[in-house]
C-alpha cells in the first residue's frame, strides 16, 4: 500500500466522521425527544393507578403528570397542545393520549369535557353516576351527560371537526 492510498483512506474517514458529526441542536431536540418518551412511559404507569377521570383534556394530562412527579404543562407544549381550538392540536392530543394508553372514547370525552368546562358545565357533578354524590364519575356516566348538553351550533360544529381530526390521527397511529 502506498502512501498516497493511506492518505486517501485517512480522508474519506474524515468525511465519514464529518457526516455523521450532528449539531448541537440536533442533539439538544434528540435528548429533549428522549426525555418526552420517558415522561409520556410514566405518564401511561400512572394512568394505570388513576385511572378516568372527568375533566378537560389539559387538566387530566396535568393531574397525572403531577401524580407521577412531572411537569404536565412542558409535556403538553412540546406536544404543541394549547386551548384545543384546532383540528391540529386535537391531532397532538391524539398523539399524546395513545402514547400514555388512553382509549379513543376516553380521548373524545376529555375534548368535549373541555369544552363544557369552558361553558362554565358542572361536568365532575353531572358524570357522576346519579347525579351529585353518587358514584365515583366513569366514562359511561361522563358520555351520557355530555350527551344531555345541549351545544350551540357553532361549538358542536367545531367539536365535531376536532373529534374527528382526533379520530382519524388516533386510528393512524
Wanted: charged share 30%; hydrophobic share 45%.
Amino acid at each position: 500500500m502506498t502512501q498516497k492510498d493511506d492518505l486517501s483512506k485517512v480522508e474519506g474517514l474524515q468525511e465519514v466522521l464529518e457526516i455523521l458529526r450532528v449539531s448541537s441542536d440536533f442533539e439538544a431536540r434528540c435528548g429533549r425527544a428522549a426525555a418526552v418518551a420517558w415522561q409520556v412511559r410514566q405518564l401511561r404507569k400512572g394512568r394505570t393507578e388513576t385511572g378516568f377521570r372527568a375533566t378537560g383534556f389539559r387538566k387530566y394530562v396535568e393531574v397525572l403528570a403531577r401524580a407521577v412527579g412531572l411537569d404536565g404543562g412542558a409535556l403538553l407544549e412540546w406536544f404543541g397542545i394549547g386551548d384545543l381550538g384546532n383540528a391540529q392540536e386535537s391531532r397532538q392530543a391524539a398523539r399524546l393520549a395513545r402514547g400514555i394508553g388512553l382509549s379513543l372514547p376516553e380521548l373524545l370525552a376529555h375534548l368535549r369535557i373541555e369544552f363544557a368546562e369552558r361553558r362554565n358545565e358542572p361536568v365532575a357533578a353531572l358524570c357522576r353516576s346519579g347525579g351529585p354524590g353518587g358514584q365515583p364519575e366513569s366514562l359511561e356516566s361522563c358520555e351520557a351527560a355530555l350527551a344531555r348538553i345541549a351545544w350551540d351550533m357553532e361549538t358542536a360544529a367545531l367539536l365535531r371537526r376536532l373529534e374527528m381530526a382526533a379520530a382519524a390521527e388516533y386510528g393512524r397511529l
